[in-house]
């Protein structure tokens, strides 16, 4: 009954900005971490960036860092990427996900989630 709902991708220009959202529905549940992967045509789904609930603390994938930031509101179980200075590689459907229990491994792997969203297309052109 849990569902991801993601919104906010578009068709941006490269060094743009764009902010995608991914809120919570259904029946509570535990959070542990959020995520957000990204999936491009023919490429398999890549992580992104994670967020633990609890504490805050964050991790990005290397091509993301300095450029998007992940962050929650804990009393909404909302999750944002601000994405800025946006590049055509960026341009993928992103995902977003979300882990009930800890992860024994890393939270960069899909196994460390449980519930996805339907994902968003962001596109960025030249």
């Known amino acids: 009954q849990v569902q991801l709902v993601e919104s906010g991708g578009s068709v941006v220009q490269a060094g743009g900005s764009l902010r995608l959202s991914c809120a919570a529905s259904?029946?509570?549940?535990?959070?542990?971490?959020m995520g957000w992967f990204r999936q491009a045509p023919g490429k398999e789904r890549e992580f992104v960036a994670t967020?633990?609930?609890?504490?805050?603390?964050?991790d990005y994938t290397d091509s993301v860092k300095g450029r998007f930031t992940i962050s929650r509101d804990n009393f909404k179980y909302t999750v944002y990427l601000q994405m800025n200075s946006l590049k055509p590689e960026d341009t993928a459907v992103y995902f977003c996900?979300?882990?009930?229990?800890?992860?024994?491994?890393?939270?960069?792997?899909?196994?460390?989630?449980?519930?996805w969203g339907q994902g968003t297309q962001v596109t960025v052109s030249s």
């Open positions: 259904g029946r509570p549940f535990s959070t542990y971490a």
């Open positions: 967020i633990l609930w609890s504490s805050g603390s964050t």
């Open positions: 996900a979300a882990g009930a229990r800890r992860h024994t491994g890393s939270y960069y792997s899909t196994a460390a989630y449980d519930y």
